[in-house]
């Protein structure tokens, strides 16, 4: 994980961050972090049924605090005597993903061959996991796709992942 975050449950506010960026001691029930995925599922996790507690989950997003870098978050309530008194909610890389699709860049021990690849596509056609052309060759990958109008390039070049900046078509 990238960050794991304690939150008040009244005032949404964070009181532990293990990386301490510049979300530490903001209100997740404030702009912006309110409109953000962030706010969203601390809302839903802070409102649950502590009867029906559940782990509250987000796709991914680029956020402030990481530089726009592509996150996803899970939360799930803290409860004491039956009562919710604060969130914890834990801050997603993409790394994780990429392993699992990539087998750590093994893919020809998976089966995949010199070209093969498997890799995961959100709804809005967004890449959620990275490219093998991009893994392997960053640079002829940015060449290939330069004139598409499917690619973020400069964000690819800075975060350096086509995840939620290459789609699909």
């Not at 972090?33 to 559940?54: C, H, R, T, W």
């Not at 490219?131 to 290939?144: A, H, M």
């Amino acid at each position: 994980y990238l960050n794991l975050m304690l939150v008040d449950n009244k005032t949404g506010y964070v009181l532990y961050s293990a990386k301490n960026e510049i979300d530490f001691g903001v209100s997740l029930l404030s702009k912006p972090y309110a409109d953000e995925p962030i706010g969203k599922i601390f809302l839903q996790a802070s409102q649950m049924n502590v009867d029906n507690i559940d782990v509250i989950k987000s796709d991914f997003t680029t956020y402030l605090p990481y530089r726009f870098q592509p996150v996803a978050f899970m939360a799930v309530p803290i409860l004491e005597k039956k009562e919710i008194v604060g969130v914890m909610i834990v801050q997603l890389s993409t790394t994780a993903i990429n392993d699992i699709m990539t087998n750590s860049n093994n893919w020809e021990t998976d089966g995949l061959g010199k070209t093969g690849e498997c890799y995961i596509v959100g709804k809005d056609r967004l890449m959620r996991s990275d490219i093998r052309t991009f893994k392997e060759n960053p640079s002829k990958f940015i060449l290939s796709v330069k004139k598409s109008n499917y690619a973020n390039i400069e964000y690819i070049k800075f975060h350096q992942t086509t995840v939620l900046f290459y789609q699909v078509n």
